[in-house]
């Protein structure tokens, strides 16, 4: 008789981890580089706050890092989509199409700006939208008027599209360009996840019109807290850093706003950090890779899931390394997430999907069945750069 299936499981990551007698989280930071230098930089010289050499440093490296000609950093990843959705044109009372399978930010963005998540299915070999479903969807619901794109159903127009990279896997953006393209909607990458990873060898964050990341702790890097808008656009880079400093024009004295703007300024010690996590990112993605060879490696023979790989032309940057059970066996899923944690291996289900929240339960939405699918059979492991480095040779 076969073990049952968490033994097999458990002994599959732990084969790649080594002995969990310690808990090991889901994905924690790694400070290898010239973090304690550049912080100790800003408090030697007092430039803690929101401006300083490391915060336009940061900046530009970024922008080369992403290959946009603008990177404009933030407090958090959540604030970037703000004002990225603000800079694509959503205003109150559009509609923005957002996936389903996505973590809430996506949606609270939308909804700052008093507009509507106008909810997309996924595709099963991205995780992310489905660009052919969703055309043959709006070939449904929607149609062309002289200021772009009218949802018929409710009147509105769906002034913004925002593709999701699940875990840093990319979405299809060639084709969905085209379709957005077709449809006049604007494209906005939430790229929270996918910082480092590519498409047919360009970066993730640089096929839309803007892009959001995120620096939060547990992503590929951190700065503490915090975010970037990028976009290749002068007029809207010029905007971004604008809105996002209290649209203070510039002056040596005077306290002038020209519109009503946020504070979302990334801090300089914010900045220090990120400057010396971003110059270990091609290292942290190394390692990252060469975890996720491994994992998919002792997962390759164990029977009713499959080990979350790449999809075609990505080079992933494998943020959260995840199983997809078999249908046949989703219902074991809590029972899996149970047992793990219980042998100190942390492993999270996905988010629940947007509908499920009270928020959206009612907002418009399209067949949601491939989402509904994953939703329930995913579940994230150990992801951490540093449990990697075993592996990268
Ligand atoms: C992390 C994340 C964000 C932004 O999160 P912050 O905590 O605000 O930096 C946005 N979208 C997705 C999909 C994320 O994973």
Known sequence: MSPPLYET??????????????????????????????VKECIDTGWVSSVGPFVDKFEAELAKVCCVNHAICVVNGTAALHVALLLA???????????????????????????????????KETLGVDPIKLDEYLDKIAELRADGCYNTQTGKRIAAIVPMHVFGHSVDMVTLNKVMEKWQIPVVEDAAESLGSTLNGKPLGSFGKLAALSFNGN???????????????PKL?????????????????????????????????NAALGYAQLEQLPGFLKKKRALAKAYAKVFEHVDNLNFVREPEKCISNYWLNALLLDETIAEQRDQLLEQTNAQNIMTRPVWNLMNSLPMFKDTPQMDLSVALSLEKRLINIPSSVMLGAAYDT
Not at 24 to 36: I, M, V
Not at 219 to 233: C, F, H, P, S, Y
Not at 242 to 268: C, G, I, S
């Open 9 to 38: 499981i458990i002994q599959a990551i732990q084969k790649v981890i080594g002995p969990t007698e310690q808990f090991t989280p889901l994905h924690e930071p790694h400070f290898g580089g010239n973090e304690w230098a550049y």
């Open 219 to 233: 992503k590929i890097m951190t700065t503490g807290g915090g975010g970037a808008i990028l976009t290749n656009d």
């Open 89 to 123: 044109g959503v205003r109150s009372q559009e509609e923005v199409l957002i996936p389903a399978l996505t973590f809430i930010a996506t949606a609270n963005a939308v909804s700052y700006l008093h507009a509507t998540p106008h909810l997309i299915d996924s595709s």
């Open 237 to 269: 880079g010029k905007l971004a850093k604008h809105l996002t400093t209290t649209a203070k024009v510039p002056h040596p004295w005077a306290f002038e706003h020209d519109q009503v703007a946020f504070n979302y300024r990334m801090p300089n010690i």
